[in-house]
């Protein structure tokens, strides 16, 4: 069975410091990965996904992740945090089969001045 | 393109009550997931509609159900609300039946139990 899990609960970083969150799946083949960014009140953004092929992939608002198999792990990185970056992040894996997205229990992000 | 559209906002209900909650893909997307997303419990998966069948379904009770129409939007029933079930839940779609196509989702439907 697929599995995702998000080690930080919560982390805090300075505005325009570097971040990078951290999400390791189990999954026997190569998996679809995916990273979704959820702000207060609202629903689940796609920031971006891994299907195949480059391992680096880059996403919206900056965002970047790098797939890495020995690992087991897909981990978000961004070089500069803004303010507007403080949210909940969410790492999913799947499949094409029939079973929905796997995703993990969040790691909530505060931006301090 | 419009996105991924919850109805209503909010819900309050009261303990045994019944709830409905609506929701509207985007357009050219035949699959339509639901989640539950209680406070700090993560996101839980619901139920999973594709081309109107049921094609996978989370681990919770009979009382939550749904259906899809042919114009794939959805509804998620709630039946015999329990406290325990105000939570925040989420709808989204994907473009295509399999599990591996990214969701989009909407902003989702706050049901509170009184």
């Given at each position: 069975a697929q599995s995702v899990t998000q080690p930080d609960i919560h982390i805090t970083v300075s505005e325009g410091a570097s971040l990078e969150l951290r999400c390791n799946y189990s999954y026997g083949a190569t998996p679809y990965l995916f990273w979704y960014v959820q702000s207060p009140g609202q629903g689940l953004q796609l920031l971006l996904k891994y299907f195949?092929?480059?391992t680096l992939v880059q996403g919206i608002k900056g965002f970047e992740a790098e797939f890495k198999r020995s690992q087991s792990s897909f981990n978000l990185r961004k070089p500069s945090v803004h303010w507007s970056d403080a949210a909940e992040y969410f790492c999913a894996v799947g499949n094409s089969g029939n079973t929905p997205l796997v995703f993990g229990k969040g790691t909530r992000l505060s931006v301090i001045a | 393109e419009a996105g991924v559209t919850q109805s209503p906002t909010h819900l309050i209900k009261t303990r045994g009550q019944q709830a409905t909650l609506r929701c509207s893909p985007i357009s050219g997307h035949t699959s339509v997931y639901w989640y539950q997303q209680a406070l700090g419990l993560g996101l839980q998966f619901l139920l999973w509609y594709d081309e109107g069948e049921e094609r996978n379904r989370g681990n919770?009770?009979?009382?939550f159900s749904g259906r899809q129409f042919p114009n794939y939007s959805s509804e998620l029933n709630v039946n015999?609300?329990?406290?325990?079930?105000s939570a925040l839940y989420l709808c989204a779609s994907s473009s295509?039946?399999?599990?591996?196509q990214p969701q989009h989702f909407g902003d989702g439907t706050r049901l509170s139990i009184l």
């Amino acid at each position: 069975a697929q599995s995702v899990t998000q080690p930080d609960i919560h982390i805090t970083v300075s505005e325009g410091a570097s971040l990078e969150l951290r999400c390791n799946y189990s999954y026997g083949a190569t998996p679809y990965l995916f990273w979704y960014v959820q702000s207060p009140g609202q629903g689940l953004q796609l920031l971006l996904k891994y299907f195949s092929g480059d391992t680096l992939v880059q996403g919206i608002k900056g965002f970047e992740a790098e797939f890495k198999r020995s690992q087991s792990s897909f981990n978000l990185r961004k070089p500069s945090v803004h303010w507007s970056d403080a949210a909940e992040y969410f790492c999913a894996v799947g499949n094409s089969g029939n079973t929905p997205l796997v995703f993990g229990k969040g790691t909530r992000l505060s931006v301090i001045a | 393109e419009a996105g991924v559209t919850q109805s209503p906002t909010h819900l309050i209900k009261t303990r045994g009550q019944q709830a409905t909650l609506r929701c509207s893909p985007i357009s050219g997307h035949t699959s339509v997931y639901w989640y539950q997303q209680a406070l700090g419990l993560g996101l839980q998966f619901l139920l999973w509609y594709d081309e109107g069948e049921e094609r996978n379904r989370g681990n919770f009770p009979p009382r939550f159900s749904g259906r899809q129409f042919p114009n794939y939007s959805s509804e998620l029933n709630v039946n015999a609300l329990e406290l325990e079930d105000s939570a925040l839940y989420l709808c989204a779609s994907s473009s295509l039946g399999t599990g591996g196509q990214p969701q989009h989702f909407g902003d989702g439907t706050r049901l509170s139990i009184l």
